[in-house]
C-alpha cells in the first residue's frame, strides 16, 4: 500500500472511532498506517504531508457539520486541524532519524499528542477540544477512568504511545508493545473496577427537571418547567432569553412565570447592547431562590471563537451557593475544556450544571459528538453533570462517565432525574492536571530544537 493511502486509511480510521459511531477500539490502532508511512519517509516535508492528508480525511469526515455553521471557511478549519497532526509525526520522524531508543520514541509520541492537544484546545486563541484523541473512549467506560488521574489530555497520549508501540510491532519489535498493552490492560482493569464500585449514588439526592427547548418563548419554557412541580433544581437552556434595560424586573417576570415551583433555578439569558461595535455581550445563567431572589451569577467563561466575538471571557468562574449545595455552572462551551471546570472544583462545587445551545440546524451528528464530550468532564471532576441543551442531547451524567438518562435530539420536553451532590476531586484535579502543560514544554522544546536543526547549514 502506498504511503498516501496508508494516511488516508489513518484518516478513516480515526473518523471511525469518534462518537457518534460506536468503533472507538479502532482508535488504538489508528494512527499505525500513517506512522508506519511516517517512519518510511526520506524528509520532514512528506512526513508533514502524508499527516496533514489524514488529518483532512479525518476533520472532513467528522466535522462535517461546520459547514452548516461557517460556510465554505469549514475547510479552513479541517486544514488547520490538520496541521496539529502533521506537527506530531514531523517530531516524531525527526527523532526516529536521530536513533532514538524505541521505548523512548513510543513515550515521546504521547507526550507530545498530550502536548499539542493542550495548546491547540487551551493556550493559542482559537481554542477548540473537539477531536482530541481521548474524546473517542467517552463509551468506553472502563478505559475513561485513566482521565480521573491524567486527564482527556493524558489519555490522548496514552492512545498515541500505543499507536506507536502496535507501529513498531509491525518492525518485528515486540517488547515495547508487550509492554505498552501490559499498561493498558492494567489500566483497563484498574478502571473497571474503579467503575463498579464508585458511590455514585451517595451524597444528597437533588431532583433536577432539565428543560430542551429551542423557541426561546417564555410561554414555553415555563409550561415545561411547570411539568416537573417536585423538582429542587430547574435548568433551562443556554440563551433562553434576553435582558434589554434593567436586570430585576426581568427576575420579577421570571419569579411569576415560574410561580408555585419550590425549585431552584439556574436561568441563562444574554444581553445584547443596542451598539455591537462599542458595547460588549453578556452570556450569563442567573441562579435564582424558588422566590426569584438571586443568589448568584456566573458568566460564560469561553466564547466561541468568530461566533461569540464581542463576548468577554469570565477568567474567574466560581460556584454558586444555594440552599441545596454549592453548584457548578458552566456553559455550553465551557465544558469542552478541563480549565474552567478544574477551577470550580478547586473551589467545592458539588455538581456541574450546564445550559447549552446547540441549534437543531446544526444537525444530530454534532449534537451528540458534543453530548459525548460531557463524559470525560465527569470523570475528570468525580461530579455528576446535568446538563439542558436547547434542541438536545440533554443529560444526566454520573462521575465516572455514564449517561443515565438524554432527550435526543429535536423534541422540546423536559427530562427529569435525581443527581447527587459529591464531594469534588480527582488525582487529577489535584495534580494530574500538571502533566498536559509539562508534555507542552517537551513538545516546545522539541519543536525549538527541530527548526535549530533545520537553520544549520549542509556540512
Not at 471511525?16 to 498506517?33: M, T, Y
Not at 461566533?307 to 455550553?332: F, H, Q, S
Not at 429535536?410 to 502543560?437: D, K, M, N, Q
Request: positive net charge; glycine residues 8%; charged residues 20%.
Amino acid at each position: 500500500m502506498t504511503p498516501w493511502l496508508l494516511a488516508a486509511l489513518s484518516g478513516v480510521l480515526l473518523a471511525l472511532s469518534f462518537p457518534p459511531l460506536p468503533f472507538w477500539p479502532l482508535a488504538w490502532i489508528a494512527l499505525v498506517p500513517l506512522l508506519a508511512a511516517v517512519r518510511r519517509c526520506p524528509d520532514m516535508k512528506s512526513a508533514a504531508n502524508l499527516a496533514g492528508l489524514a488529518g483532512l480525511v479525518f476533520y472532513a469526515s467528522s466535522l462535517h457539520w461546520l459547514v452548516k455553521v461557517f460556510g465554505p471557511m469549514a475547510f479552513a478549519f479541517w486544514c488547520l486541524f490538520s496541521l496539529w497532526l502533521a506537527l506530531h509525526a514531523v517530531i516524531l520522524w525527526k527523532l526516529k532519524e536521530r536513533g532514538l531508543a524505541d521505548p523512548a520514541w513510543i513515550a515521546m509520541s504521547g507526550i507530545i499528542m498530550t502536548g499539542v492537544e493542550y495548546f491547540r484546545a487551551e493556550v493559542w486563541w482559537l481554542h477548540c477540544s473537539w477531536l482530541s484523541l481521548g474524546y473517542s473512549q467517552t463509551s468506553a467506560t472502563a478505559v475513561l477512568q485513566t482521565a480521573s488521574l491524567v486527564g482527556l489530555y493524558g489519555l490522548s497520549g496514552l492512545i498515541a504511545s500505543f499507536n506507536a508501540a502496535v507501529c513498531l510491532a509491525l518492525e518485528r519489535r515486540w517488547k515495547p508493545a508487550a509492554a505498552a498493552l501490559a499498561l493498558v490492560v492494567g489500566l483497563a482493569a484498574w478502571g473497571q473496577r474503579r467503575a463498579g464500585s464508585f458511590p455514585a449514588d451517595g451524597g444528597r439526592l437533588v431532583k433536577t427537571a432539565l428543560v430542551q427547548d429551542e423557541s426561546y418563548d417564555l410561554g414555553a419554557l415555563s409550561r415545561l418547567s411547570l411539568a416537573a412541580p417536585d423538582a429542587d433544581l430547574l435548568v433551562w437552556p443556554e440563551y433562553a432569553f434576553t435582558v434589554s434595560g434593567r436586570e430585576e424586573p426581568y427576575r420579577k417576570l421570571l419569579a411569576k412565570k415560574l410561580e408555585g415551583l419550590k425549585a431552584v433555578r439556574v436561568l441563562p439569558g444574554a444581553i445584547f447592547p443596542e451598539d455591537m461595535k462599542r458595547g460588549r455581550e453578556q452570556n450569563f445563567a442567573w441562579v435564582l431562590s424558588p422566590a426569584g431572589e438571586l443568589l448568584g451569577r456566573y458568566d460564560k467563561a469561553h466564547p466561541i471563537p468568530f461566533v461569540e466575538t464581542i463576548l468577554p471571557a469570565n477568567n474567574i468562574p466560581k460556584p454558586v451557593d444555594t440552599p441545596l449545595g454549592r453548584l457548578g455552572v458552566e456553559i455550553c462551551y465551557d465544558l469542552d475544556f478541563e480549565d474552567t471546570t478544574r477551577a470550580l472544583v478547586r473551589q467545592g462545587a458539588q455538581i456541574l450544571i450546564v445550559p447549552d445551545l446547540d441549534p437543531m440546524e446544526w444537525g444530530s451528528w454534532q449534537h451528540r459528538q458534543h453530548s459525548a464530550m460531557s463524559a470525560a468532564r465527569a470523570v475528570e471532576s468525580r461530579l455528576w453533570i446535568a446538563r439542558s441543551a436547547s434542541s438536545g442531547e440533554s443529560q444526566f451524567v454520573d462521575p465516572v462517565g455514564r449517561v443515565r438518562s438524554s432527550l435526543p435530539s429535536g423534541r422540546s420536553a423536559e427530562l427529569t432525574g435525581e443527581p447527587r451532590l459529591l464531594e469534588p476531586g480527582t488525582v487529577y484535579s489535584r495534580g494530574g492536571w500538571l502533566l498536559a502543560p509539562l508534555c507542552l514544554a517537551v513538545a516546545a522544546a522539541l519543536l525549538f530544537w527541530l527548526l535549530k536543526q533545520g537553520r544549520r547549514p549542509a556540512p
